[in-house]
């Protein structure tokens, strides 16, 4: 059970926010490194921290693991390190994938505490509305007073679980010390490049200046970060020492008032829009309706999280027609497609934002749980998060089956006008929703700087053309496969991330290497290869170096190509062809 409740915590905590005005994201922020890739790496930073000696190596495992526990959870980065370096490999685990899942941008109670209509929303309702300058005064008033209140009590929120977590701050004065240490240590860049120097003279050897000169850019930058960190974490302690009130009671407060904000905010969202509705004629009302419903559905598409679910599909249709002759027709049945469908776009938005809202308030409940010691009532809430999770999914995948199926609709009645207008349509909406896949790929792009080429023969040009007419369909059938595959994909992965909240990652574990990877991204570096292949045939060895490296031309190494993952930069090696080049 000690892996479930030290998932369930770390899971939690990464949503969560405290103390007030300061999350866990904020404090591992400010440990972020400059050279790193700005995971804000724990593990890496203690061993930088070592390395430059502002810690002695057996003091590392205590202080990371007091550093994790105020963080409200496991560290992130790798398990390389090794207890050696601060932390057992099991500690220095990656921040659960299904926290990631559930709030890629990371936060604090995201959907729970972001309320459904902005202040910048009054713009647009006066113009869908047409009402007058007046109206509009009170329609920015009744938002002014929607948005405060909503600011005011969820800050309420915030200090509520601040306090839970100034409650349950338990340290002991040697790693108070620990701590004051690390702040208070000078990095001494230049005694960290003489010890590196004597240390590779002692091996017999000497190391490149300019490898060394990086190595020690690298490791300051992370004894910094990690210096920012352990601040942030005083600053923290120094706020917990005022709190007189039980860890119990704290977190039962906390909790409460996540719950009673959680009722609210839906009483708040009717008054609003009841008060909206007293401004516009009554003759207005279905239009008020589908004008809110079109808002909600807005903000909802900015925080889509599957592939597909994010489009913007009047922005895909506006493009599309622009300097287009269209008879109105053919623009009536696709704008159709959209508009028909509002309302019931809307209520899965809604449902998605609901389900969110459950999720996160689970994650609260297992953290505050945490908080006040109670192993079971974590082992409770990791339950409830699970089947919370497991509906979010479905909301998801709801939202943006339907956003699939309209743009689906609109490319059907696109076609009724003539197959230009639907293959511009479809293009430009899978550019929106999947640009992944849609990205130019390495092939593509050898062919167009190819057909640029100044010093290209007719011979070239027309064997070039030929090449690109066979690549073409052949480009888009990958692509075709490629976005079919991943939204296959991404539902058995959140499954799999629900399910991991109770089964420690069995369910993802137990899914092929193939799933985690690029679909077809394997067809992609076929073709790449034998695109490139064909032009070392046709081009001279001056042509092909103007062309983008690849391995398949000679002009980027394998050793380089086989670390990447995408074809058109850093295919796999052995992807290359042999063949003659034109002298």
Known sequence: MKTLLTMTIAISASLLAW????????????????????????GTQIKAGVMLGLIERDDA????????????????????????????????????????????????????????????????????????????????????????????????VLDAVAAARRASAMMTPEIDAALASVAAAVIDRDAAMDDLRAGAAGKGG?????????????????????????????????????????????????????????????????????DLAAVVPAEESEML???????????????????????????????????????????????????????????????????????????????LEGLAGDPRGVERAARTLEDAADVQVSAELAVRDLTLMIAEEMTTAAAADSPTLETSLRSEIRQRAFPQQMRPRWSEKAI?????????????????LSLAEQVMPRTEQIRERAIEERLRREVRIARAMAEAIVDDFASAKSMD?????????????????????ALRRLLSPAQLERLPPHVSIGTRSDAKSASGKSAENKPRSGSGASGGGKG
């Not at 526990?69 to 560290?75: D, F, I, N, T």
């Not at 167009?448 to 070039?464: C, H, K, S």
Request: charged share 30%; net charge negative.
């Open 19 to 42: 103390p007030t005005h300061r999350s866990i994201a904020t404090v591992q922020d400010a440990g972020k490194s400059t050279t790193s890739n700005g995971a804000g790496d724990l």
């Open 61 to 156: 495992p205590d202080l990371a693991k007091a550093i994790m526990e105020l963080e409200g959870g496991r560290a992130s980065g790798s398990s390389k390190g090794g207890s050696k370096n601060g932390g057992t490999a099991e500690e220095s685990k990656s921040t659960p994938v299904w926290a990631v899942f559930a709030l890629p941008g990371g936060g604090a109670l995201t959907t729970l505490l972001e309320p459904e209509y902005l202040p910048r929303d009054a713009a647009f309702l006066t113009k869908e509305l047409a009402i007058d300058a007046g109206a509009s005064a009170i329609v920015e008033t009744l938002l002014d007073d929607y948005t405060s209140l909503f600011e005011r009590e969820r800050r309420e």
């Open 206 to 274: 000497e190391a490149d200046p300019a490898s060394m000169e990086k190595w020690i850019d690298w490791a300051v930058a992370e004894a910094a970060g990690l210096q920012r960190r352990v601040a942030a974490l005083q600053a923290i302690r120094a706020e917990s020492q005022g709190s007189t009130e039980s860890p119990e009671r704290a977190s039962a407060a906390a909790l409460g008032r996540a719950l009673a904000f959680r009722m609210s905010r839906d009483q708040w969202r009717r008054a609003f829009e009841e």
């Open 289 to 367: 309706a589908r004008t809110l419903a079109r808002l909600r559905s807005e903000h909802g598409r900015r925080r889509g999280r599957f592939g597909g679910d994010s489009i913007d599909l009047d922005a895909a249709w506006q493009v599309t027609r622009s300097g287009m002759t269209l008879d109105d027709a053919t623009i009536r049945s696709i704008e159709a497609a959209i508009e028909r469908r509002c309302l019931e776009f809307a209520s899965l938005v809604d449902a998605r934002t609901l389900a969110r809202i459950a999720t996160e308030l689970a994650a609260l409940r297992g953290y």
């Open 448 to 464: 167009d700087v190819t057909l640029g080429l100044e010093d290209l023969d007719d011979e070239q040009r027309a064997a070039v």
């Open 513 to 533: 290497e193939e799933t985690w990877e690029e679909p077809e991204q394997d067809d992609f570096e076929r073709l790449d290869s034998e695109v490139g292949a």
